[in-house]
């Protein structure tokens, strides 16, 4: 008999029962942010109740402003009404919740793991396609749709099919300069967009084991990007170091218990997996992308593809629709790009190490275009300032700002103006993400950083080297 | 939900790769009702429409000859990217009642299915033909039968779909799945008595 994935064992523990074919999964814990407000009416529509109020919690970080502590601020009454439906909401079903005002409020993916919500084991859900981030401690967690976050609040369940298994294998050293962020837009453009639909991805390998927890979760975060709902790192040292002692973490004699769990999980050897995919971690370098899709990532050292070199009819016009959408000409190079602004945060890359690694490069420099650092939680923002990181922000010229989605998203009154260009390090690229016709690069903190501080996308390692 | 058998309407080609749901319809517009007068506007709002609000004219939703289409034949990868059901929402405000595509993004397939609208995916050279069928002869008529599995592009020729037997038999049925999943109450209380003792450090 062939061994059992990380996947495998932890899915097979939580079947409830079968129906044509699909799994009646039962779902350990809920998160849901300010965005799950219909969900939360479809049920109070249909006169249902709450199966697990428990096991689920809730944080405002979509149309949270991240410039004012007041909501009275905000402009649109129906954004202000959705911010404190978190609150209401919380009271009458009896959630958990860190609301707006509260020092634990945050980006719902940060806030989990940081409050000991996300454990190795379980199986979570959120309405929000980049729950996959929660893997990154050993669970199944993935993003779902709003009648699904309904289906999940009534019954603490869901239909789901089977996925099949992916392994991601990244053997070797990261460079120096080179972060999760690099890694993870390194895989989906060697994977594209939809090398991952339908598959759980297993990250695993030296350069995977050697990352932070932070960086678990960066590279966790933007699996839906190559198209996959699941990404996920094995549990190990890193992991349970990383959750004891967290407010919602067993404690005690629980403890003892849930660590015995937690280190059967890993896949076995002898494990199969239905595709696997090896990627050499010592040659991954700072990645730049240029498109409109995450797929479209280069190294910064590179010059932009030539749409002429590509076979496929239908690619290279979109790759024409996307160079003139960004207004960048093939063969240019990645150096000789220009941002307008600066956005370090989101799901992404919000959390402290993420702080820490843009706040290097900041220290003693100045910016040279607008430049945001948005903290992914209130507990993150208070550390990063006990470190005075802010203060190397602030003196550098950057604009410290208080917990939430901001700039990711476009929609809470952080966006760009059309026709502006983003160094993010946030997750998408999309055309008119960050706001209608506005063009988006993603990068890691520390060249977000880079590219503040010289106005042009730069080899952060450089900087580096100088510092 | 509303049940889906058989299904006839003109077909509208979308040539967008990763056509992801903030095109769809973009995040600024989530916040709004999908029962408000207008909402059928978000549809693919900022390929559409310029600054202004007026119509951008080579966007193929705009030539009068696919304004009326309910089935929209896609590209590869067609909804990945946001969770948001709005995606699914706006597309029910525009009366489309089935996406073909090579490939989708799994959680708006997913949504599409709550709705009472079928994703069908379809071999990338079948899409490509379709959609070079509907650009050749705008307003040509799609035909879908769930039951049979299969998709009649305008020449008559049909093309075999796979669905899973769950999904098909919620869509047929126009299933309720919460209150199915209701009727097996019993199921999860047993599995949540079985989860506590093996979960036991979970309970707070």
Redo the contacts between chains.
């Keep these: 008999m062939t061994g059992k994935t990380l996947f495998e064992k932890i899915w097979k523990r939580h079947i409830v029962t079968k129906r044509h074919g699909q799994t009646l999964l039962y779902i350990d814990r809920h998160l849901c942010h300010d965005g799950s407000f219909g969900a939360f009416n479809r049920l109070r529509q249909r006169g249902l109740g709450m199966r697990r109020p428990d096991q689920t919690f809730m944080t405002p970080d979509h149309y949270t402003p991240t410039h004012t502590a007041s909501l009275d601020d905000l402009e649109d009454p129906r954004a202000r009404e959705i911010a404190a439906a978190v609150e209401v909401n919380a009271k009458e079903f009896g959630v958990t919740a860190f609301p707006w005002g509260d020092r634990r409020q945050g980006i719902v993916h940060v806030v989990g793991p940081e409050q000991g919500i996300t454990l190795p084991g379980l199986t979570m859900v959120c309405g929000d396609s980049h729950t996959s981030t929660h893997g990154a401690l050993g669970c199944i967690a993935f993003g779902i749709g709003s009648s699904e976050v309904s289906h999940v609040l009534a019954t603490q369940t869901l239909w789901q099919k089977t996925p099949k298994t992916m392994r991601i294998t990244i053997d070797g050293k990261l460079g120096f300069g080179v972060t999760a962020k690099d890694v993870i837009l390194a895989i989906i453009r060697k994977i594209s967009a939809f090398g991952g639909t339908g598959h759980a991805i297993e990250y695993a390998g030296s350069a995977i084991r050697d990352l932070s927890m932070e960086g678990r979760l960066t590279i966790c975060n933007m699996p839906i990007e190559a198209g996959s709902r699941f990404g996920m790192v094995a549990p190990d040292e890193t992991t349970f170091s990383y959750i004891e002692g967290r407010p919602f973490a067993p404690k005690g004699e629980k403890w003892e218990e849930a660590l015995t769990f937690w280190r059967t999980l890993p896949s076995d050897d002898d494990a199969a997996f239905d595709v696997e995919v090896l990627l050499g971690g010592d040659a991954i370098a700072p990645m730049v992308t240029w498109g409109n899709s995450p797929q479209d990532a280069v190294q910064v050292t590179e010059r932009l593809p030539d749409p002429d070199s590509e076979t496929d009819a239908e690619r290279k016009a979109a790759m024409a629709a996307a160079y003139d959408y960004m207004d960048l000409k093939p063969g240019m190079a990645v150096t000789d790009i220009r941002p307008d602004r600066v956005f370090i945060g989101a799901c992404t890359n919000s959390r402290i190490e993420d702080l820490r690694s843009a706040a290097a490069v900041a220290k003693g420099r100045k910016a040279v275009i607008p430049a945001m650092v948005v903290p992914g939680s209130g507990l993150v923002r208070a550390q990063a300032e006990a470190e005075g990181l802010d203060r190397i922000f602030t003196d550098a010229g950057f604009d410290w700002r208080l917990a939430g989605c901001s700039m990711c998203v476009g929609m809470n009154g952080d966006t760009l103006k059309p026709g502006e260009r983003s160094a993010s390090t946030s997750n998408r690229n999309f055309r008119g993400r960050q706001g209608p016709a506005s063009r988006t690069h993603l990068v890691s903190p520390a060249m977000a950083a880079a590219a503040a501080v010289t106005g042009s996308f730069t080899d952060v390692r450089k900087l580096m080297e100088g510092s | 939900m509303e049940a889906f058998t058989i299904f006839k309407g003109a077909g509208v080609p979308i040539?967008?790769?990763?056509c992801?749901t903030?095109?769809i319809i973009?995040?600024?517009f989530?916040?709004?009702d999908p029962a408000d007068e207008g909402y059928d506007r978000y549809l693919f709002h900022?390929l559409r429409f310029a600054?202004d609000g007026s119509e951008i004219a080579d966007f193929i939703l705009n030539n009068p000859a696919y304004r009326g289409a309910s089935v929209i034949i896609a590209?590869?990868?067609w909804g990945?990217?946001?969770?948001?059901?709005n995606a699914?929402y706006v597309l029910v405000a525009n009366g489309i009642r089935s996406v073909v595509a090579p490939?989708?993004?799994?959680?708006?397939y997913?949504?599409c299915m709550?709705?009472g609208i079928l994703p069908v995916r379809l071999h990338r050279s079948d899409c490509d033909t379709l959609r070079q069928q509907l650009h050749d002869t705008p307003g040509a008529q799609i035909a879908l039968d769930l039951e049979a599995q299969t998709v009649t592009g305008p020449d008559g020729k049909s093309y075999d779909f796979e669905i899973?037997?769950?999904d098909k038999?919620g869509l047929l049925n126009g299933l309720d799945?919460?209150g199915m999943?209701?009727g097996?109450d019993a199921?999860?209380t047993d599995?949540?008595r079985r989860?506590r003792d093996?979960?036991?450090?979970?309970e707070?």
């Design positions: 040539d967008i790769q990763n992801d903030d095109q973009p995040a600024r989530l916040r709004r900022d600054e590209e590869i990868n990945c990217g946001s969770s948001r059901e699914v490939s989708f993004g799994d959680i708006h997913n949504n709550k709705h899973d037997p769950f038999h799945e919460i999943t209701l097996h199921d999860i599995f949540e989860h093996d979960f036991g450090w979970l707070q």
